[in-house]
């Protein structure tokens, strides 16, 4: 069973403050998204991650897929209230039929 | 293209009442999901069809759980009868599969957000 773990679970920080979340598996996943899902809304797609090593920045947010394609990382510079929100990492399961989610980073940047 | 529609966004009811959640996806998506969210236990997978055929339901809670497909612009997902430890926040989300290039998304509705009194 493929499995996503997401570290922290919760995450309080002030306005301007940069931080990372990590999600991690035991298992090779062929890609890993990121989605944010702001309060009452549902997911929405950051990013998608293809390649083992691969870096992709979107404004102030850096996304890595590790060198073994099993796990993932976002760092957010600066962070903003605007950031506030559930991150959530995803794969495509081994059947390529349906998502793998992580339990989330609940997120919340303090103005 | 309006993106996967949901209805209703909120719903209250009483125990024991029968509840009709419906999903309507995104045009040209073979794949439909309906999650569950709770503070608790997060974003779980209840059942997902492939070209409108359930291909794996074992997320479904119980049998007071079903779920139907019938045409590719149409879901429900129906609790009968409800209960109060079934109040959360329900999720549709389209794609097309998964695996298959190029990379897709999961398209998710804003949700049906159930309480059960």
């Known amino acids: 069973t493929q499995l996503l773990e997401q570290s922290p679970q919760f995450l309080s920080i002030q306005e301007g403050e940069n931080l990372t979340v990590y999600c991690n598996s035991s298992?090779?996943?062929?890609?890993l998204q990121w989605y944010r899902q702001e309060p009452g809304e549902g997911p929405v797609l950051l990013v998608t991650?293809?390649?083992?090593?691969e870096v992709k920045k979107l404004k102030r947010l850096t996304f890595q897929f590790g060198d073994a394609r099993k796990d993932s990382s976002l760092h957010i510079t600066a962070a903003q209230p605007g950031d506030t929100g559930l991150y959530l990492c995803?794969?495509?399961?081994?059947?390529?039929?349906?998502?793998?989610f992580g339990p989330g980073t609940r997120l919340s940047v303090l103005p | 293209d309006a993106g996967v529609i949901q209805s209703p966004r909120h719903e209250v009811t009483e125990m024991g009442q029968e509840v009709t959640l419906r999903c309507k996806p995104i045009?040209?998506?073979?794949?439909l999901f309906w999650y569950r969210q709770t503070m608790m236990r997060g974003l779980e997978l209840l059942i997902y069809?492939?070209?409108?055929?359930?291909?794996?339901d074992s997320g479904m809670p119980e049998d007071r759980f079903s779920a139907k497909m019938p045409n590719a612009s149409f879901s429900t997902l129906k609790i009968q009868p409800s209960e109060p430890r079934d109040s959360a926040v329900y999720f549709c989300?389209?794609?097309?599969?998964?695996?298959?290039?190029?990379?897709?998304?999961?398209?998710f509705g804003q949700g049906t957000r159930l309480t059960v009194v």
């Open positions: 991650v293809v390649t083992g090593g």
């Open positions: 045009s040209g998506h073979n794949s």
């Open positions: 069809f492939n070209n409108n055929v359930p291909i794996d």
């Open positions: 989300a389209s794609s097309l599969a998964p695996g298959s290039p190029p990379i897709t998304e999961a398209f």
């Open positions: 298992s090779v996943f062929s890609s």
């Open positions: 995803a794969g495509p399961d081994n059947y390529g039929q349906n998502f793998v």
